[in-house]
């Protein structure tokens, strides 16, 4: 485990130095300017697991340093050294972001390895917390089968598309797709094949939406939507031939998809526009159903 320590004055320096190397691997570097090119130059596997930064330094001071490094987003637990009677710096180091401080004044140096540790093991625990709430976070708007968006975050992305549309006087279009034939596949090779048919669907549409732009959800049992942002009628149309394509192409049995696409009017509600969506499907499985050959 290595620690940066950024320390002009070499007996202070060479003194932390001898305090952690029973414990960590050590650098030492003299300035502000010098540590954060160091930084810089490193991969993320490769920084130090905390830093040990002094106040007052050439240049830039350790609050200018701590700045930076709170900017960059290198993620590295940073314990800011200060003079005795400069606490309230120490309390601003915290407040910018700091894990902890200490104090130089009697043999301080004592308790650098401890500090360190503990600021290491908060910064792994505050990282692993984060980790377990961004999974949560995915696990509630996600479909488990299909691994799309579920229908709960599918309105609430409809609504901020919607806004984002307004503000923007942008496009947005939206289509919803239905499996032809479903219901007679499933009955016929069962559950798991109907499983693996949803799951196909679900990578089709994935592998045919922009990645960050678009998103696609399973709307329903064999249902599915997507949300083209910036993207008018007409271009959502070529987006839903190229996923009914693939689908076809699958041969999943006599399993087919219907679309229904519809462009935001900037006057809709939600509800409104999500409803002409589901009146175009409507009748593209009603023209189906006549045997008109209609997307």
Same mark, same amino acid.
Do not use: C, Q
């Given at each position: 485990m290595r620690v940066?320590? =950024?320390?002009?004055?070499?007996d202070h320096a060479e003194l932390a130095r001898l305090a952690l190397e029973p414990h960590f691997e050590v650098c030492l570097l003299e300035s502000g300017e010098d540590a954060l090119r160091y930084l810089e130059g490193l991969a993320g596997n490769d920084r130090p697991a905390a830093i040990l930064l002094d106040y007052s330094l050439p240049g830039i001071d350790g609050l200018a340093v701590l700045d930076r490094i709170m900017e960059n987003g290198y993620d590295i637990p940073v314990i800011m050294v200060t003079g005795q009677g400069d606490e309230s710096i120490a309390v601003e180091a915290m407040k910018k972001g700091a894990f902890d401080y200490v104090v130089k004044s009697g043999n301080y140096r004592a308790v650098l390895p401890a500090i360190i540790y503990k600021a290491v093991k908060q910064h792994e625990m505050a990282a692993e917390k984060a980790r377990l709430a961004l999974e949560l976070e995915r696990l509630v708007i996600t479909d488990d089968l299909t691994g799309l968006f579920n229908r709960r975050y599918f309105y609430q992305k409809v609504d901020e598309e919607i806004v984002r549309t307004k503000r923007q006087? #942008? *496009?947005?279009?939206?289509?919803?797709?239905?499996?032809?034939?479903?219901?007679?596949?499933?009955?016929?090779?069962?559950?798991?094949?109907?499983?693996?048919?949803?799951?196909?669907? #679900?990578?089709?549409i994935l592998s045919s939406i922009r990645d960050k732009v678009d998103s696609g959800y399973r709307y329903g049992g064999d249902e599915f939507a997507v949300i083209l942002p910036d993207t008018d009628k007409n271009q959502a149309d070529v987006v839903a031939?190229? =996923? +009914?394509?693939?689908?076809?192409? &699958? &041969?999943l049995g006599n399993v087919g998809i219907s679309a229904g696409i519809v462009e935001y009017d900037h006057?809709?509600?939600?509800?409104?526009? =999500? &409803? +002409?969506?589901?009146?175009?499907?409507?009748?593209? *499985?009603?023209? *189906? #159903? +006549?045997g008109v050959n209609n997307k």
């Open positions: 940066l320590i =950024i320390e002009d004055n070499p006087n #942008g *496009k947005l279009s939206l289509i919803l797709f239905d499996l032809d034939n479903f219901k007679e596949y499933n009955d016929t090779f069962g559950h798991l094949e109907g499983d693996r048919a949803l799951k196909e669907t #679900g990578r089709i031939g190229r =996923i +009914r394509e693939l689908v076809r192409k &699958k &041969k006057e809709s509600s939600m509800e409104d526009f =999500i &409803k +002409r969506a589901d009146d175009a499907l409507y009748e593209t *499985k009603k023209l *189906k #159903g +006549r």
